[in-house]
C-alpha cells in the first residue's frame, strides 16, 4: 500500500493525540478508520513498519491494546512531501501540503541542495524575489546578470587578471592602433533552438544593439560591423580602444539571435551558453545543460531555483545581496550575515567586489554647497552608519568601505567643521534590502541633526530611469555598485555607464568623467584599467560628489552536498560545476 494512502488513515488516528500512549482495542481502531478489524490491523502493521507508530496489542477479551503515534499530522506530511521534492515531482509534494504554498517554500529551502535523480544531478535553490526576463539588452541586477552567464556566452570573455579568453571566437586581434578588432568564431556554433552562429548573426545584433539608449554612449565610436567571411567579425572603431574586447565581454553583450532584441515578454529565451531556460515563471525558473554548448559541458544536469517570499523569518538556503541569515546546519546557503562563526572547512568568505555608496544629488531639490557635502561626509562615514544599523538591529554582513573597490586606496580628507543643513530632504534607493537598511539608518542619523527626512523606494530599472530621463530629484541617493567577473571592464563601465552617478554628480562633472574615461581607454590596455580608474574614483570622493558606505561580505556554507562548491564573483555558486559522486 502506497505511503499516501496510509497518510489518509493516519491522519483520521491524529485526532486521538500523538507522542503519548494510548489505550485502545481494535474495534476501536477500526471504527475510527472505517474499516474491518482485520483491514484495520494490516494498516497500522504497515504504518508501524514506516515507524510512523507503535501498535502493541493485547490479547484477551477486555484487554487494552497500546497505541503511539509518533509524528503530528503536518510534520508527516512535510516529510512525505519532502521524499517528492527530493524525485522531482513538485506538484505531488503541493497537493500532499494541501496547496499551503507557505509551507511549500518553507520544504523547498529546507531540502535545497545537490541530489541524484535517475543518474541526473539537479540543483534545486530558493530565492528570494521573482527572476526577471533573462535578456542581455535590458538593465539587470546582480543575480539576473550572473544567471545570463549560465545561459549566454559573449565572443570573447576576460578573466580576473584583465586577459581575454576566447569563448564563441577562438581568436581576436586588433591593429596597431586600436581602431580595427578582428573576431574569428568556432566552427559549429548554435543557439539553443538549433539555429547556426555565424558572422552574419554577429552583425546584425551589433546592429541592433548599438540603436538601443543602454547601448550609445558605450558603442558611440562603433563605426561598422562587417562579416567579410561566415566565421570572421570586423569592427571598426572611430576611436583608439584599447579594451574594445573587454567591453564585449561583459554580459549585456551576451550573443542572442537579434530578432530577441524585438520580443517583449517572452520569458524562454533562447541563449549561447552552458545552460538552457525550460521554464521561466514568477515561481520559479528551470535550466537544462546545453548539449551543444562550444566548450566543457556543464557537469550539472538541472537547476531549479524557486522564488520564495521570505519575509515571515524563515531560514533561508540562498540569499544573494540579502542581510539576514542564520546558519542551521543546512545543506547549503549563501548569506550575508553579521558576526557569524562557521566551519571553517566547510564554507569560503570573500569580500564583495563593489560598493554601497550615498550620492549628493546635484541635480536635485536641495542646492547643496562645499561646505554641506563636507560636513555630511563626516556625519555620514561609515563608521556611523555601521553603528546606526547595529542600534536598529539591521546590520548586515558588510567591510566598511574607503573607496569604491576593496582594493583601493583610502582616500583621506580633513575633517569638516559643522556647516548648516536643510529643513527637509529626501533620499532615493531602489528596492534592495540592505540599500534601504542604510537609507532608513543614514534617515535616523539626520533627523537627529534636526532635518524631516523621507525614503522614497523604487524598483532597480525605475530608479535607472528616473535618472536616464532627468527625473530624479531626491536630496541624496544611496545606490551600489557590483562588478562582474570581467572585472577590469565592468569596473570601467560601472563609471562610463552608469545614469544615476552620472545624474547626480552634475554636467558639469558628468563631461570632465565622460572626457577622463575616454582618455583611460584609449591609452590603457584592459589589464590596467583597475589601476587608472583608482584616481577617477577616488576623485569622485575628494570632490564629496559621493560617500563610501560598506562592501558585501559574501559567505557560502555547505556541508558535503556540494563538491568543490566556489563563490562566483556575484556570490552566487559555480553551478556549472557542481558535482556528486553518487
Known sequence: MSDLTLLRYYSRLSNWGTGEEIKTSLPNVAETLFTSPRHARNLLNDMQKLDWLEWTPKVGRNQRSSLVLKYPLNELKGQLAAIRVREGKYEKALSILDDDKAAF?????STSGASMREGRLHIQLTYKRPLERLVPHLLQRSSERYLMRQ??????GSNAQGQLEPQLAHHWECDQHARTWTFYLRPGLCFHNGTAIDGNCIVSLFGKLKSLPNYQSELA????VQAPQNNKVVFQLSKADQGFGGLISGVKYGIQPASQVNQVGQTLVVG???FVVTEHSNAKLCLKAFERYYACR???DQVTIWQFDDSHGAEKQIETNQPEAHDQGCNYYLSHAADTSTDKDSQE?????GCLFVLFNQRGETSWDNA??????DILAPTNVFEQLKKANTLFGCVRAQNLLPGWQKVLRPKAGAAPLPTQLSIAVYDYSALKHCAYAVKSILQALGCKVAVNVYSYRELNQRAMDGELCESLVITNINLDDNRHASAFNSLYHNPILQHCIGESSQHWLAQSLNQLRSENPLEEYLNALEPIASALINQYWLIPLFHHRQTLRFHGVLKDVALTNWGW???RNVWSTD
Open 372 to 377: 554641506q557635502c563636507r560636513y555630511l561626509s
Open 298 to 300: 556543464a557537469l550539472t
Open 221 to 224: 565610436h562603433l563605426l561598422d
Open 349 to 353: 568568505s570573500q569580500t564583495e567586489d
Open 573 to 575: 555558486p559555480d553551478i
Open 272 to 274: 549561447s551558453g552552458p
Open 151 to 156: 545561459v549566454y556566452c559573449c565572443l570573447v
Open 105 to 109: 517554500g518553507q520544504l523547498l529551502q
